[in-house]
Every structure is written in C-alpha cells, then in structure tokens.
C-alpha cells in the first residue's frame, strides 16, 4: 500500500432546503484517503454516508448546497472544479462508482455490452473496438463466463448478482482510481454477497485502486476496509484503522452500534445493547454533540458545546490518524449500551409438544411465459416437513428464492398445498375456519412500510383483528389496544398517528402489537428486523424474545441474517430450492453443519472480524432459476462435494446427531482448514438462464 | 402540499388534555387542516352558493325561466351596449331571462354532473376492485366489458337507450353515468393489483378477514384518491355530455333549462350574441373548478402520506 495521498476532503457540508429550514445532511466532513487503500463510511440510515460520496462528485440532489474547504483528489480540487470538467474528466473515468441495486441500475432497454463500451467512449479518445475489447477483459475479470456473448444480453437475462459484476466492470472500464461503493451487496444474498466482496478485494489489490465502502453493515466493513470512519447525524464522530476502532471503540456511538450486533459481545447474551431513540433529522439550529440525546453518558456540557475532536496518539506513523468527536471519552469503560439483565434470562425451554406440524407439502405454481408461451410449473416447495413445539425459536434460513415465503404462507392457511398436510393445534389446517386459525398464528412481516395499511390509524390497525373477530365490545378493544401498545413500548399519543408519521422501529412495534393482539401461540416472523437500522434491529429483537417469555410464545424466525439466527434460536431448518436440507438444534446446525449448503451460508456470513479478510466463496454460481430445477441432488451445480451420484439422484432425508439432513455426502468429514477455493470456480456459474 | 402538512402537524397539538394523550382523532385533524386549507373551503364555498341557489331558484330567480317574450329576444347582458337592467344576463334566442335560467339550469346541471360521475364511479370502482383483486375468470370478464364498451360509441348507446327507455332527466342521469365508468374501473384495477401485493393485505388475510372485508376495509381506502380525481372530471363530463344530448333532442326535455342545453341552443346565435355561449360556459367552468378545488382540498386534510 503506498502513502501517497489521493483524496483529502477539508470541511465538506452539505445543506438541503427544506420548507421550513435547512436540512444539514453532512456537516464538516474531513476525509483522507491514500492510494490502494479501502475506506469503509459506516452509518445508520440518514447519517449522510450516501450524501458524503455523491458530494465528492457533484451528483447531490438539485436543490442541496455543496461547501467545501477542499476536496483534493489527485493534482485536482474537485471543489473548484466546472461540472463540465467533472463530468468530462472526473466522474466515471477517475472515480467509478457502484449503486446498491444492480436491478435498476442498469438500463433495461440497451444491452451490457452497449452500457459497457459507452462508458468509455462518451468520455472521447477510445475507439469502440478497443473498448469492446476492455469490456470482454473485464467481464472475464469479474468472473462472468464466456463474456463475448454476454456482452450482447440484455441486464433482465441477468441474475442479480451477474448484475452487480457487470457493474463492477463497467465502473472499472477506465481504470478509475477511486472507487465508491455504495452499498454493493445489501440487496443481494449472503453466498452472493461473500462473492462480490471478494472479487471487489482481489480487483482492488490487482489494479491499485483505491475504494471508498459504504455501508451499515459492521460485519462487512470489517473484512473489507482497512480504515473505517463512523457517520451520525452528517458528522464523522470516529475514525481510525478498522481494526483499533472496533476493537476498542472510543465514542459512545461506535460502542453502541458494537453492541447491537448480535453476536458481537458473548454469543450467550441473551439480550442484545440498543441505542435508544433514533437518528434525529438533522434541521435548524444544532447545539452540542447530535448524539447527546441518545448517548448514557451524556453530561450537560454534551447539549451545549459542541464536542472536540480529538486525536488518539497511537503513535502510528502511517499518518492513519485515528480520532472521534466526543467530551467525555475517558469513561469508555464505564457505563455501556448493556441491555441490563443478561443473567437473569429465564432458562431456554425448548422441546415442548409440537403445535405445528407441516407433512410433506409440496406447492407447485405454473408459470406462464408471454401470452402464448406454455405453462412450466415453478415447485416453489418440494415436500417440506417440519414441525414447531410449543415454546421454541425455530429459525428458517435460506437465501431468497428458496421457498421460505411460500412456506410461511402455506403455514398461514394464506396458500393451499397441493399435497401434504399443516396441522395446527392437532387438526389439519385446511378444516379450521379463518377465525379459529387466526388466534392461533400470526405473522410479522419484513417491511413495516408496506404491512400496515396506510389508511389506518396505529389504533385502528392494532384493533382490527379484534374487530374482524369479534371480540368485546368498543371500549373493551380500546383497552387492550393501550395495553398492547404498553407491552410493545409505543406511547400512547401514536394511537391516532398513521404509519406513515412513524419511524421504522416503531412501525415494527405496531406490526408485533397487532400480531399479538390475539394473543395466537404461534408468531411467524418474517425477516422482522431486516428492513431496520442495526440500532433498531437490537431494539425489535430484544422486544420479541421479552414478549415471548412474558406471553409464552413460539416463533417461527425466517431471516437470512446468520448473526441473528446465532443469537436466538433454539432450532435451526435451512431451505435451498423449496427443500429443507437441514433441521436441526441450533448449536448443532450452527456449529457443526452437516449440509454443505448450510456449511457455506455459514462461511459467507461476515461477522465482525477486523482481522479476517473476506472469505473466499466456496459456493459455485448463483441461486438457480427454481423453474430450471437441477437433477438429482438441487443443489449439486454449486456443491464443492457433489459426484456422479449426486447429480443423478436425489438424496433421502436422513438423521444425524439429531440433526435432519437430505445429502449423500452428509456423513462426510468438512474439508479441514481454509476452505478449498478451486481455481474454476469463476467459470461454473452458469445458473441463471 | 406536503411540506405544507408537515407544517400543519407540528400544530396539531390539541391543548386539550385528555387528546394530549392520544394525539388527534383523524377527524379532528382533518377539520382542523381543512380550517387552514384556502382552496378546500374556496371549493365548499363556491359549491354551497351554487347549491343554495338551486335548492331556492324559484325565490331567487328574477324573472319565470320558462316566459318567453320574443319582442326582447336575444338582448345582450345589461352591462352592455343596448342592455336593460331588468334582464341583467340579457335573454336567449326566445326572449327569457338568461339570469333566472341559469339559476334554473343549476338544479339540473348539478343533479346530472354529480348523479351520473357518482353511478360511474359506484359501477366502475367495484369493477375495478372485484377485477384486480379477485382476478381470474372475473378479470378478464370485466376486462372484456371494457373492451365492449370501448368499442361502441357511447353517444350512439346513450342515444338507444334514451330512445328505448324514454326520456327523463333520471333516465338521462343513469344512462350517462352508465356509460363513464372506464376510467374509474381502470384506474382502480391498476392501483388495486398493486396493493394487493402489499403485506397488509396478506396480515388481514392472516387475521381471518374475509375476501369482501378485505376488498372493502382494506383496499378501498386506499383508492379514494385515485376515485376523487377522476370524479372531478367526470363531472364536467358528465355535463357537457348531457349538453349533447339536449343538442341532440335527446336530454333534458327542451323548455327545462340545462346549462349544457343553454350552450346548445346558444350555439346558432353565438356570433351575434356570444354572451350565450359565455355565460352558460362560465357557470359550467365555475362548478368545475370548485368540485376540483373541493377534491384536491378533500385530499389534502385527509391523506397523511407524506411520502407519495
């Protein structure tokens, strides 16, 4: 890594009118960056990580106003910069940059090959056939294989993350020197994102580039940067090599996103630190540190003067200066974002009799290509059994795709199997009435925006499975509307907000109260903190495991997110193609996989390790197309183990060390040590159509 | 709009103690943005004055709309040369009081506008919600009406059925209205299909709510909007095509007076007298604007969503 210096921001301020008053998205960022180096930007949403990268290259919003003392990059002050010389020089052939949703980011209507060579020769000076040649190269590069054809597909014949490596490639045409990444792998899977954070590293280390990685997830960051600078409110309040600042945070606010990370503190905590409140917006006149209000260490002189930043002398001569921006920082060890009583949890009970019983259920949907195009059927699930006791955390995992909706659903009553059976409280599910299952099982879905009916009031919407119902009369319901919303932590003045006037968190909580309203034994949850900042995340966990100790319930936990599993389930079952691979205890299943799909979910979640770099991927290719279902074993395409008889024959469900496996080879030892990266991996992705 | 009602909550708290609690009833909270909403109570305002006038024409008019006096036919409105303040709006091609007529013709303009916009809108909205929610067989159903209906010229369907039926204003109402509800049921189809992708209305289905309690509790309040829109159009439309009609012979029995039929008639004088066009025309484009001032308004104090 050379010292030298690429990009220094001095002072950046980014301010965006609203009606009333100014919006100060970033306020006085200073950055410096040196050549080959990754600089991870972490934050919560609305912290201003996103505004700080479109900032450096003038792409903010119309209306924001831009400030800087100085924004260096290379020979250049890109602060004094025309946008003509901008557009012309800078973006785009200096900096590439990647979005979050390689869906939409690629124009539907051309082809990628098209995308690819303009953004070389818009900029002047490349002739199309030399840029076709970079374009195949790096197509190559980023691990597509036979590029030459793919350069004629259109971005739908694409899966996500074949998207997302063409954009890779096509921020790499010019050799930029600087490359943003804003949020390259939130919208896609954990073997996916494990993927493209590799190939990102690897390409990074070849070409010399720098990187600027932006992101909430902690856990990336830590694999992926050398450096990290922690955003709250628009500011940077720590900054430092990945490595000191998560290992000993300084500001209270790094330290409390430490801490809501589950699995980030002993994985036997029962109760995750949360930060309390939520990002403010940061409007008008701001007085003391933005995070006083938030912060359990916060002493008077935190409200009203603004916090110094200081400089922590490690005496580091890189010149990584490591520094954060609070009054009180000698009481670092002192009072925490603990959770409280991490002892006394009540004991796990796990175990219990089964309340739902799920028998070989298939669902088989046929799906119809264009008008006249014939009907395929797409198995969205393939003989699935499981079965739920009374009192546990049963945790589906599985990558999207891979039939835990249709499951849910199934579970629900909102989707009939075509064969097999759901039994609920010892009868088949399709006999019991709407009502009658409903006071059994309730679902909380992912996202808080769209689950509640925007034309409701929170009171309302919490009283309306009362209502559908029947149960009590008016002034029965309102009260235990209030009580619900006691126990869900939602002050009563919400009762008559709409959704909308919420935060996420509390949508969420509205979305649990309305759930256990009828007070069902049953709660399925569907990835119920994934569209939630980590802060939050902690919050809405936390509040469920309370909830079920205090009303005795049992979940079904469906989430991709590894940590969170680790942290409250009591059972594990992981899904791949509309099959479950693996059911088991949970420290069994997480400790000692048998499957080599869930051994590689396991290797692809990124927990917070500043010292590890990001896993090579053991997983072949990207998540099949479910309507072209592979022979034999489903998942052999992409399993470094599979053989001749996998490919051929689908296995049995078998049990070992309690724990349910359908593989041939699950009885074979893990491969020891690093995981084998085999040298072709790149070209067997062949997945989508 | 939005910033606007952002504004607005921050004063929405009640002194009140016992609302302090709870916040606003969502009633409350639109009668008290409605009290600082210009346009909404310019809309009721100009609605209530026209309303006012036709529930009592037979006070306020001047003059009897159905007199005819052909020796002052086709005097221009009084404020104009040769003008007589005894007929302050002048008189039509008969020799009637244009003002008194106007007056009338509000009675039946207003009943015509807002009975026919609302069967449109009863007809189409449930088309609409039972086509995109229920789909299937019923979609293509009702897909099929849409294209029968689009397919024949409506003039010419309203035409046969008035022949058939008879003519009467109610008939003219229910066959006009019978007539416009494309719009309706396309627009609330489309935005249906896409709500009924939305969480919550699988939670309702979660719940136990049946497909009806769903359709009506869940996905109905969500169309209101998109409904109030296209009434606010249909309205004039509704109109003018009742004025066809009267042109046609096939509206409002002649010597009622009708606005649409005031244009009419106003038609063959108009470029000696254009006056009849005008004045028919602006209390036409008056009731128009304050139904759609009245809408947009509507929609303004109720709608919380700030985000679309």
């Given at each position: 890594?050379?010292?030298e210096?690429?990009?220094?921001?001095?002072?950046?301020?980014?301010?965006?009118?609203?009606?009333?008053?100014?919006?100060?998205?970033?306020?006085?960022?200073?950055?410096?960056?040196?050549?080959?180096?990754?600089?991870?930007?972490?934050g919560?949403?609305?912290?201003?990580k996103?505004?700080?990268?479109?900032?450096?290259?003038?792409?903010?919003?119309?209306?924001?106003?831009?400030?800087?003392a100085?924004?260096r990059?290379?020979?250049?002050?890109?602060?004094?910069?025309?946008?003509?010389d901008?557009?012309?020089r800078?973006?785009?052939?200096?900096?590439?940059?990647?979005?979050?949703?390689?869906?939409?980011?690629?124009?539907?209507v051309?082809?990628?090959?098209?995308?690819?060579?303009?953004t070389?020769?818009?900029?002047?000076?490349?002739?199309?056939?030399?840029?076709?040649?970079?374009?195949?190269?790096?197509l190559?590069?980023?691990?597509?294989?036979?590029?030459?054809?793919?350069l004629?597909?259109?971005?739908?014949e694409?899966?996500?993350?074949?998207?997302?490596r063409?954009?890779?490639?096509?921020?790499?045409?010019?050799?930029p020197e600087?490359?943003?990444?804003?949020?390259?792998?939130?919208?896609?899977?954990?073997?996916?994102?494990?993927?493209?954070?590799?190939?990102?590293?690897?390409?990074?280390?070849?070409?010399?580039?720098?990187?600027?990685?932006?992101?909430?997830?902690?856990?990336?960051?830590?694999?992926?940067a050398?450096?990290?600078?922690?955003?709250?409110?628009?500011?940077i309040?720590?900054?430092g090599?990945?490595?000191?600042?998560?290992?000993?945070?300084?500001?209270p606010?790094?330290?409390?996103?430490?801490?809501?990370?589950?699995?980030?503190?002993?994985?036997?905590?029962?109760?995750?630190?949360?930060?309390?409140?939520?990002?403010?917006?940061?409007?008008?006149?701001?007085?003391?540190?933005a995070f006083?209000?938030?912060?359990?260490r916060?002493?008077?002189?935190?409200?009203?003067?603004?916090?110094p930043?200081?400089?922590v002398?490690?005496?580091?001569?890189?010149?990584?200066?490591?520094?954060?921006?609070?009054h009180?920082p000698?009481?670092?060890?002192?009072?925490?974002?603990?959770?409280?009583?991490?002892?006394?949890?009540?004991?796990?009970?796990?175990?219990?009799?089964?309340?739902?019983?799920?028998?070989?259920?298939?669902?088989?949907?046929?799906?119809?290509?264009g008008?006249?195009?014939?009907?395929?059927?797409?198995?969205?699930?393939?003989?699935?059994?499981?079965?739920?006791?009374?009192?546990?955390?049963?945790?589906?995992?599985?990558?999207?795709?891979?039939?835990?909706?249709?499951?849910?659903?199934?579970?629900?009553?909102?989707?009939?199997p075509?064969?097999?059976?759901v039994?609920?409280?010892?009868?088949?599910?399709?006999?019991?009435?709407?009502?009658?299952?409903?006071?059994?099982?309730?679902?909380?879905?992912?996202?808080?925006?769209?689950?509640?009916?925007?034309?409701?009031?929170?009171g309302?919407l919490?009283?309306?499975?009362?209502?559908?119902n029947?149960?009590?009369?008016?002034?029965?319901?309102?009260a235990?509307?209030?009580?619900?919303?006691?126990y869900?932590?939602?002050?009563?003045?919400?009762?008559?907000?709409?959704?909308?006037?919420?935060?996420?968190?509390?949508?969420?909580?509205?979305?649990?109260?309305?759930a256990?309203?009828?007070?069902?034994?049953?709660?399925?949850?569907?990835?119920?903190?994934?569209?939630?900042?980590?802060?939050?995340q902690?919050?809405?966990?936390n509040l469920l495991?309370d909830?079920?100790?205090?009303?005795?319930?049992?979940?079904?936990?469906?989430?991709h997110?590894?940590?969170?599993?680790?942290?409250?389930?009591?059972?594990?079952?992981?899904?791949?193609?509309?099959?479950?691979?693996?059911?088991?205890p949970?420290?069994?299943?997480?400790?000692?996989?048998?499957?080599?799909?869930?051994?590689?979910?396991?290797?692809?979640?990124?927990?917070?390790?500043?010292?590890?770099?990001?896993?090579?991927?053991?997983?072949?290719?990207?998540?099949?197309?479910?309507?072209n279902?592979?022979?034999?074993?489903?998942?052999?395409?992409?399993?470094?183990?599979?053989d001749?008889?996998?490919?051929?024959?689908?296995?049995?469900?078998?049990?070992?060390?309690?724990?349910?496996?359908?593989?041939?080879?699950?009885?074979?030892?893990?491969?020891?040590?690093?995981l084998?990266?085999?040298?072709?991996h790149?070209?067997?992705?062949?997945?989508?159509? | 709009?939005?910033?606007k009602?952002t504004?607005?909550?921050?004063?929405?708290?009640?002194?009140?103690?016992?609302?302090?609690?709870?916040?606003?009833?969502?009633?409350?909270?639109?009668?008290?943005?409605?009290?600082?909403?210009?346009?909404?109570?310019?809309?009721?305002g100009?609605?209530?004055?026209?309303?006012?006038?036709?529930?009592?024409?037979p006070?306020?008019?001047?003059?009897?709309?159905?007199?005819?006096?052909?020796?002052?036919?086709?005097?221009?409105?009084?404020?104009?040369?040769?003008?007589?303040?005894?007929?302050?709006l002048?008189t039509?091609?008969?020799g009637?009081?244009?003002?008194?007529r106007?007056?009338?013709g509000?009675r039946?303009?207003?009943?015509?506008?807002?009975?026919?916009?609302?069967?449109?809108?009863?007809?189409?909205v449930?088309?609409?919600?039972?086509?995109?929610?229920?789909?299937?067989?019923?979609?293509?159903a009702?897909?099929?009406?849409?294209?029968c209906?689009?397919?024949?010229?409506?003039?010419?369907?309203?035409?046969t059925?008035?022949?058939?039926?008879?003519?009467?204003?109610?008939?003219?109402?229910?066959?006009?209205?019978?007539?416009?509800?494309?719009?309706?049921?396309?627009?609330?189809?489309?935005?249906?299909?896409r709500?009924?992708?939305?969480?919550?209305?699988?939670?309702?289905?979660?719940?136990?709510?049946?497909?009806?309690?769903?359709?009506?509790?869940?996905?109905?309040?969500?169309?209101?909007n998109?409904?109030m829109?296209?009434?606010?159009?249909?309205?004039?439309?509704?109109?003018?095509?009742?004025?066809?009609?009267?042109?046609?012979g096939?509206?409002?029995?002649?010597?009622?007076?009708?606005?649409?039929?005031?244009?009419?008639?106003?038609?063959?004088?108009?470029?000696?007298?254009?006056?009849?066009?005008?004045?028919?025309?602006?209390?036409?484009?008056?009731?128009?604007?304050?139904?759609?001032?009245l809408?947009?308004?509507?929609?303004?104090?109720?709608?919380?969503?700030?985000?679309?």
């Amino acid at each position: 890594m050379s010292t030298e210096s690429l990009l220094e921001i001095r002072d950046l301020s980014v301010t965006l009118p609203t009606d009333s008053s100014a919006l100060r998205a970033v306020r006085g960022v200073s950055l410096d960056l040196r050549r080959g180096e990754t600089l991870g930007i972490v934050g919560e949403s609305g912290s201003g990580k996103s505004m700080t990268a479109l900032a450096l290259m003038n792409l903010l919003p119309p209306a924001a106003r831009r400030q800087a003392a100085a924004i260096r990059f290379g020979d250049d002050d890109l602060a004094a910069m025309g946008e003509k010389d901008l557009a012309g020089r800078v973006r785009g052939r200096r900096i590439g940059m990647i979005f979050q949703e390689p869906m939409t980011s690629l124009n539907p209507v051309y082809t990628i090959g098209r995308q690819l060579i303009e953004t070389m020769t818009i900029h002047g000076g490349t002739s199309v056939a030399a840029a076709r040649r970079r374009a195949i190269e790096l197509l190559e590069k980023v691990g597509l294989p036979d590029p030459a054809s793919r350069l004629k597909q259109y971005p739908h014949e694409m899966s996500g993350g074949q998207r997302q490596r063409v954009m890779i490639a096509m921020a790499l045409m010019n050799e930029p020197e600087l490359l943003i990444a804003d949020e390259p792998t939130t919208a896609l899977d954990v073997t996916i994102q494990a993927q493209i954070l590799h190939l990102l590293s690897e390409l990074q280390r070849e070409l010399g580039m720098a990187m600027i990685l932006i992101t909430h997830d902690l856990g990336v960051v830590s694999r992926a940067a050398d450096r990290i600078a922690v955003m709250y409110a628009g500011d940077i309040v720590e900054t430092g090599t990945t490595e000191a600042v998560l290992s000993a945070p300084r500001h209270p606010y790094t330290q409390g996103l430490l801490e809501c990370v589950p699995g980030y503190r002993e994985a036997s905590a029962r109760r995750l630190g949360s930060i309390p409140g939520i990002v403010p917006s940061m409007t008008g006149e701001i007085r003391g540190c933005a995070f006083a209000a938030r912060c359990p260490r916060a002493v008077p002189r935190c409200h009203q003067e603004d916090p110094p930043r200081r400089p922590v002398a490690a005496g580091q001569s890189d010149g990584a200066a490591r520094s954060f921006v609070c009054h009180d920082p000698e009481e670092t060890r002192g009072r925490g974002f603990a959770g409280g009583d991490t002892a006394t949890g009540p004991a796990i009970r796990r175990g219990g009799d089964s309340v739902l019983r799920v028998d070989d259920a298939s669902c088989t949907f046929s799906v119809r290509r264009g008008l006249f195009g014939k009907r395929k059927p797409l198995r969205a699930l393939d003989r699935v059994s499981l079965d739920i006791r009374k009192g546990e955390v049963l945790a589906l995992v599985g990558e999207s795709g891979c039939g835990k909706t249709t499951l849910t659903r199934t579970i629900m009553g909102l989707q009939t199997p075509d064969a097999g059976t759901v039994t609920l409280a010892g009868r088949p599910l399709g006999e019991q009435p709407a009502r009658q299952r409903a006071r059994l099982i309730q679902p909380i879905f992912q996202d808080p925006y769209s689950s509640l009916n925007p034309r409701q009031t929170i009171g309302d919407l919490i009283r309306r499975p009362l209502v559908i119902n029947r149960l009590g009369d008016a002034r029965e319901q309102r009260a235990r509307v209030h009580r619900m919303m006691d126990y869900v932590g939602l002050p009563s003045r919400v009762f008559n907000s709409f959704p909308d006037q919420l935060s996420g968190g509390q949508r969420q909580r509205a979305a649990i109260a309305r759930a256990l309203i009828l007070d069902p034994e049953i709660v399925i949850c569907d990835e119920p903190t994934s569209a939630l900042d980590v802060s939050v995340q902690a919050q809405i966990l936390n509040l469920l495991l309370d909830l079920r100790d205090e009303l005795d319930l049992t979940y079904l936990f469906v989430t991709h997110d590894l940590s969170v599993v680790r942290h409250l389930a009591d059972r594990v079952a992981v899904m791949y193609l509309g099959e479950i691979v693996e059911c088991g205890p949970g420290e069994q299943v997480l400790n000692r996989p048998k499957h080599p799909y869930t051994r590689a979910l396991l290797d692809s979640a990124l927990s917070i390790e500043p010292s590890l770099g990001v896993p090579a991927p053991d997983l072949a290719g990207d998540f099949p197309n479910p309507m072209n279902r592979p022979s034999g074993c489903p998942f052999h395409p992409r399993c470094p183990l599979a053989d001749q008889r996998c490919r051929q024959r689908v296995p049995a469900t078998e049990t070992l060390d309690g724990t349910l496996v359908k593989c041939w080879k699950a009885d074979t030892p893990p491969p020891s040590g690093p995981l084998d990266v085999r040298p072709d991996h790149n070209n067997k992705e062949d997945a989508a159509p | 709009m939005t910033l606007k009602e952002t504004v607005n909550q921050t004063d929405l708290a009640a002194p009140s103690p016992h609302q302090e609690a709870l916040g606003l009833t969502p009633g409350q909270a639109a009668l008290k943005r409605a009290r600082h909403h210009l346009g909404l109570q310019l809309g009721l305002g100009m609605l209530l004055v026209m309303g006012v006038f036709a529930l009592l024409a037979p006070w306020l008019a001047p003059h009897d709309p159905y007199l005819q006096n052909l020796s002052l036919r086709l005097l221009p409105p009084a404020w104009v040369d040769g003008g007589q303040w005894h007929y302050v709006l002048g008189t039509d091609h008969l020799g009637r009081d244009y003002l008194s007529r106007i007056i009338y013709g509000a009675r039946i303009s207003m009943m015509i506008g807002l009975g026919a916009a609302t069967i449109g809108a009863l007809i189409g909205v449930t088309l609409g919600i039972i086509a995109g929610y229920f789909g299937g067989w019923l979609d293509q159903a009702v897909n099929f009406l849409v294209t029968c209906q689009l397919a024949v010229p409506s003039l010419l369907l309203i035409m046969t059925l008035v022949f058939v039926i008879g003519q009467s204003i109610t008939v003219v109402i229910f066959v006009i209205g019978a007539t416009h509800w494309v719009f309706y049921l396309v627009v609330t189809r489309a935005a249906t299909l896409r709500i009924r992708e939305l969480d919550f209305v699988a939670a309702a289905g979660a719940m136990g709510a049946s497909k009806w309690q769903i359709a009506v509790k869940e996905i109905l309040p969500n169309l209101v909007n998109q409904i109030m829109v296209i009434f606010t159009l249909e309205v004039a439309v509704a109109i003018l095509n009742e004025a066809t009609l009267s042109f046609l012979g096939l509206g409002v029995p002649s010597p009622i007076p009708s606005w649409g039929l005031m244009i009419a008639e106003g038609k063959t004088a108009m470029f000696f007298q254009p006056w009849l066009v005008i004045l028919p025309g602006i209390a036409l484009f008056v009731l128009v604007i304050a139904i759609n001032l009245l809408g947009d308004g509507v929609r303004d104090v109720t709608v919380t969503n700030r985000r679309s």
